[in-house]
């Protein structure tokens, strides 16, 4: 994030493959906006659907992001920051992993852990 360096106010949203490969990254002020370009990006590329795939969020996850993430087949999606509530509600009913606070060594599982391997040190 090499524009948040210089300005600190940058969103940016990452696709990264099952292998845990950075496929796509898109910047913007607002976050929606930054996994709008993501995902928009991905289906320019032929990458729909996402199914294999995980949304990584620098910001907040809202209802909205987790929702657009749905939309786009990804079953994962996490963020450096909190969820709301309806974000984590809508990722329960929708069988999506919600993954918050996103700090190495540390996160927190809102919803579906199954799709998250746990190793331990």
């Given amino acids: 994030q090499s524009d948040f ?3 600190g106010g940058i969103h940016a949203a990452g696709v990264f493959d099952s292998g845990g490969e950075l ?3 898109r910047e913007d002020i607002g976050r929606h906006n930054a996994v709008d370009k993501a995902i928009g990006r991905a ?4 990458l729909f659907p996402l199914t294999r795939h995980v949304l990584l ?3 907040r996850a809202s209802f ?7 939309a786009a ?9 909190a969820p709301s509530t309806l974000a984590a509600d809508f990722a329960r009913e929708s069988n999506q992993t919600l993954i918050g606070f996103l700090r190495p060594p540390s996160f927190n599982i ?6 998250v ?4 040190p």
Wanted: glycine letters at 8%.
């Fill in 5 to 7: 360096t210089r300005t």
């Fill in 23 to 25: 496929k796509i990254v």
């Fill in 57 to 59: 969020v620098s910001g």
């Fill in 110 to 115: 809102y919803s579906h852990i199954e799709r």
């Fill in 117 to 120: 391997i746990l190793e331990s």
């Fill in 73 to 81: 087949g990804i079953p994962i999606v996490a963020a450096v920051s």
């Fill in 43 to 46: 289906f320019l590329d032929g």
């Fill in 64 to 70: 909205e992001i987790v929702q657009k993430a749905l």
